[in-house]
């Protein structure tokens, strides 16, 4: 089964700081890993994907995750928060399984942005 | 492109009756998500359908939740009787599938639930 542990529910950094959001996960069979961000009163928005090709994955917004296998780890950075920052975010985990592509979420991370 | 739409928004009705969700995915997306979001918690699946043919559904309350995509393009979700505790936000993805490739969900504004 998967799963994913995503530390901190709640990140506050300064405008302008390094942004880090944890996530680890667990899966019995090569995974393929997700961000999505949610602002209020919105949908998910994808972040960024991991599906088995370069480790070091960048996506919008200035964001980028690093897939490491030996920590089943797949952290979240952005070099300098913005006040759009402001959202949730979350880790998602999905194991292909012959057409059944489950998405597994964690349970998400507030992230402020102080001014 | 247009998204993925879902009516409505908002819905606030008291513990036994009945509401329905509905969504139409992006034009040609295949498969259809509902997930079930509480507060503080990440989305969780309900049930997945290809076309009109239900994938996964181990996770949806079947004795109050029901759902349906007859022609393969729109869906409902219908919970009956509500309870306290269905009191969630409620979202529809869509996405396609190439053989061999795994494509991202793309994800509806949700419609949000209140049991009183």
């Known amino acids: 089964a998967q799963s994913v542990t995503q530390l901190g529910s709640h990140v506050s950094v300064s405008e302008g700081a390094l942004v880090l959001l944890r996530c680890n996960y667990s899966?019995?069979?090569?995974?393929?890993l997700f961000w999505y961000v949610q602002y209020p009163n919105q949908g998910l928005q994808l972040l960024l994907k991991?599906?088995?090709?370069?480790?070091l994955v960048k996506g919008i917004n200035g964001f980028e995750a690093e897939f490491k296998k030996s920590e089943t780890s797949f952290h979240l950075t952005k070099p300098s928060a913005h006040m759009s920052d402001a959202a949730e975010y979350f880790c998602a985990v999905m194991e292909s399984n012959f057409g059944n592509e489950k998405l597994t979420f964690g349970t998400g991370t507030r992230l402020t942005i102080i001014p | 492109e247009a998204g993925v739409a879902q009516s409505p928004r908002y819905k606030i009705i008291e513990k036994r009756q009945s509401v329905a969700f509905w969504c139409n995915p992006i034009?040609?997306?295949?498969?259809l998500y509902w997930y079930q979001q509480i507060l503080g918690q990440g989305p969780k699946l309900l049930i997945q359908?290809?076309?009109?043919?239900?994938?996964?559904d181990s996770q949806l309350p079947k004795d109050r939740f029901s759902a349906e995509r007859l022609k393969g393009v729109d869906s409902t979700l219908k919970i009956q009787p509500a309870k306290l505790e269905d009191s969630a936000v409620y979202l529809c993805?869509?996405?396609?599938?190439?053989?061999?490739?795994?494509?991202?969900?793309?994800f509806g504004p949700g419609t949000r639930l209140t049991v009183t």
């Open positions: 991991y599906t088995s090709a370069a480790t």
């Open positions: 034009s040609g997306h295949a498969t």
């Open positions: 899966s019995s069979v090569p995974p393929y």
């Open positions: 993805a869509s996405s396609f599938r190439v053989r061999g490739l795994v494509h991202e969900q793309y």
């Open positions: 359908f290809q076309n009109n043919g239900v994938v996964d």
